[in-house]
């Protein structure tokens, strides 16, 4: 039975509206173990070409999810012993890296005084704000090679302050006009032929947490964004779509599966760390990953709870092996099922019974078969699709610009991918929660400045 033929009537239409954030929030939280490693843990990622010239490939990288803006005094930052790294693949042979580029942050320490010594400078045991020790944070980028040949192509580059608030902007940033757009510019950095950013931004996702996540308790109440008013870390990258093609030229205009990259993002650790008295700890041991993201939603929406762990410590060029019956019978259709929402709303079991198995359009999705694109399912995996040679359109790329109005993504990914998980695509499904709590930046790095800690966190005034 074709698709198209599944769905009918304003019942089913109904039905899967509601459905549509039983398992949604890009990458926050979303296995348990990564759960209590937050600094760790990639929340977004979305990559694109530039329309019209595709001169240019943007890669936006998140982590550390929900961080409260005043949530101090030791506030939220990059993980010096986490390796972070943007992988790209290209061409439909396998989902190796062709390039891949490491970032590691390094915080400077700070000097140690007698705290009785009125004389002595701040630092150490000297401060009770942090802002005030001196500290910084910075890092370098490695570009890598499929051959492993590296190049440093960005080093000691600082890394965005802390959005925390006006006396800290004035005193501590010494900033006349406050933290803005302006000042948050100033920490773009030539990497290479590129460009580099880091530093906190606002979460750019949207999505109700509270009622997907009380069992999909979605037919009552209203709509929230459970993402408004926290940041994220952020790394992002530009990178001349010269150096991504296989010839070193500019990718010819025109679908092309050779010009096709497979980007995600990961975070390593090192295997051990000893735990120093002094305050100094010991790596040893090789990386060993314990975060990705390709696709937002794979993990939450597809994966079982029993291999969400596992899923984030592998690549991948692995994934049809170890993950490939997730793809065709989705969790996700059948915990709806389970917790009586089908039922409620009268959906014909015929239905339900036809999206939970044999799901070839999920992986066509992925793979941008619409497209024309033929990835054999050796090179399938859960990684975010860009052909270089069109203008990106999710699910070909992932843009932050192109959207309805300056709160809106190209695209909602919640809507598009749970309208394929939940629907084959052949209704639109709404989370109820349709824009970004600020307005995106036309420019880089994208996403929005910070919320700030003093006037926009999440306390309630005392009465």
Same mark, same amino acid.
């Given at each position: 039975?074709?698709?198209?033929?599944?769905?009918?009537?304003? !019942?089913?239409?109904?039905?899967?509206?509601?459905?549509?954030?039983?398992?949604?929030?890009?990458?926050?939280?979303?296995?348990?173990?990564?759960?209590?490693?937050?600094?760790? @843990?990639?929340?977004?990622?979305?990559?694109?070409? /530039?329309?019209?010239?595709?001169? &240019?490939?943007?890669?936006?990288?998140?982590? %550390?999810?929900?961080?409260?803006?005043?949530?101090?005094?030791?506030?939220?930052?990059?993980?010096?012993?986490?390796?972070?790294?943007?992988?790209?693949?290209?061409? %439909?042979?396998?989902?190796? @890296? !062709?390039?891949?580029?490491?970032?590691?942050? #390094? +915080?400077?320490?700070?000097?140690?005084?007698?705290?009785?010594?009125?004389?002595?400078?701040?630092?150490?045991? #000297?401060? =009770? =704000?942090?802002?005030?020790?001196?500290?910084?944070?910075?890092?370098?980028? !490695?570009?890598?090679?499929? %051959?492993?040949?590296?190049?440093?192509?960005?080093? @000691?580059?600082?890394?965005?302050?802390?959005?925390?608030?006006?006396?800290?902007?004035?005193?501590?940033?010494?900033?006349?006009?406050?933290? +803005?757009?302006? =000042?948050?510019? /100033?920490?773009?950095?030539?990497?290479?032929?590129?460009?580099?950013?880091?530093?906190?931004?606002?979460?750019?996702?949207?999505? @109700?947490?509270?009622?997907?996540?009380?069992?999909?308790?979605?037919?009552?109440? &209203?709509?929230?964004?459970? !993402?408004?008013?926290?940041?994220?870390?952020?790394?992002?990258?530009?990178?001349?779509?010269?150096?991504?093609?296989?010839?070193?030229?500019?990718?010819?205009? *025109?679908?092309?599966?050779?010009?096709?990259?497979?980007?995600?993002?990961?975070?390593?650790?090192?295997?051990? /760390?000893?735990? *120093?008295?002094?305050?100094?700890?010991?790596?040893?041991?090789?990386?060993?990953?314990?975060?990705?993201?390709?696709?937002?939603?794979?993990?939450?929406?597809?994966?079982?709870?029993?291999? &969400?762990?596992?899923?984030?410590?592998?690549?991948?060029?692995?994934?049809?092996?170890? =993950?490939?019956?997730?793809?065709?019978?989705?969790?996700?259709?059948?915990?709806?099922?389970?917790? *009586?929402?089908?039922?409620?709303? *009268?959906?014909?079991? +015929?239905?339900?019974?036809?999206? #939970?198995?044999?799901?070839?359009?999920?992986?066509?999705?992925?793979?941008?078969?619409?497209?024309?694109?033929?990835?054999?399912?050796?090179?399938?995996?859960?990684?975010?699709?860009?052909?270089?040679?069109?203008?990106?359109?999710?699910?070909?790329?992932?843009?932050?610009?192109?959207? &309805?109005?300056?709160?809106?993504?190209?695209?909602?990914?919640?809507?598009?991918?749970?309208?394929?998980?939940?629907?084959?695509?052949?209704?639109?499904?709404?989370?109820?929660?349709?824009? %970004?709590?600020?307005?995106?930046?036309?420019?880089?790095?994208?996403?929005?400045?910070?919320?700030?800690?003093?006037?926009?966190?999440?306390? #309630?005034?005392?009465?």
């Amino acid at each position: 039975m074709k698709a198209r033929h599944l769905f009918a009537g304003s !019942v089913a239409a109904l039905a899967f509206s509601s459905l549509a954030a039983v398992a949604s929030a890009s990458s926050h939280r979303e296995a348990p173990s990564i759960s209590f490693d937050p600094a760790a @843990d990639n929340t977004d990622l979305w990559a694109w070409v /530039t329309p019209g010239t595709h001169d &240019k490939l943007y890669v936006v990288a998140s982590y %550390n999810p929900l961080e409260e803006p005043s949530g101090g005094p030791n506030f939220h930052k990059f993980s010096d012993d986490v390796l972070y790294e943007v992988h790209v693949a290209r061409g %439909n042979k396998s989902l190796d @890296d !062709v390039v891949t580029y490491e970032i590691k942050f #390094k +915080t400077s320490r700070v000097g140690r005084v007698d705290p009785a010594d009125l004389s002595a400078p701040l630092g150490g045991g #000297k401060e =009770f =704000f942090s802002q005030l020790s001196g500290q910084k944070q910075t890092y370098n980028v !490695v570009k890598v090679l499929a %051959n492993g040949k590296r190049q440093v192509v960005a080093r @000691d580059i600082p890394v965005a302050p802390v959005n925390i608030g006006p006396r800290t902007s004035a005193v501590a940033y010494q900033l006349k006009g406050g933290y +803005t757009d302006a =000042f948050a510019s /100033t920490f773009i950095n030539p990497m290479g032929a590129g460009r580099v950013w880091a530093g906190p931004r606002d979460d750019g996702f949207y999505v @109700d947490l509270a009622r997907t996540f009380d069992l999909a308790n979605l037919l009552e109440g &209203k709509a929230t964004d459970g !993402v408004s008013g926290f940041n994220c870390h952020t790394i992002a990258l530009e990178i001349p779509t010269s150096e991504l093609t296989a010839n070193g030229q500019p990718p010819a205009a *025109g679908a092309n599966v050779d010009n096709t990259l497979g980007i995600w993002a990961s975070a390593s650790r090192p295997r051990a /760390t000893i735990r *120093g008295n002094n305050g100094v700890d010991y790596d040893l041991g090789d990386w060993v990953q314990v975060s990705r993201l390709g696709l937002p939603l794979v993990n939450e929406a597809l994966i079982g709870i029993q291999d &969400k762990d596992k899923f984030n410590r592998t690549r991948p060029n692995r994934d049809v092996q170890r =993950f490939g019956s997730y793809f065709l019978s989705p969790v996700i259709v059948r915990d709806a099922e389970a917790v *009586g929402i089908y039922t409620a709303l *009268g959906v014909p079991q +015929t239905t339900v019974d036809a999206l #939970k198995n044999n799901r070839l359009d999920i992986i066509d999705t992925i793979n941008l078969r619409a497209s024309g694109h033929d990835i054999p399912l050796a090179a399938t995996g859960d990684v975010l699709r860009v052909d270089m040679g069109l203008d990106s359109s999710f699910p070909n790329g992932r843009s932050i610009p192109g959207g &309805k109005d300056a709160t809106k993504e190209q695209a909602d990914v919640t809507d598009v991918l749970l309208s394929v998980i939940l629907a084959k695509g052949t209704l639109t499904v709404s989370d109820g929660v349709n824009s %970004n709590d600020k307005p995106y930046l036309t420019s880089f790095p994208y996403l929005a400045l910070p919320w700030e800690g003093y006037s926009q966190g999440h306390g #309630k005034a005392a009465p």
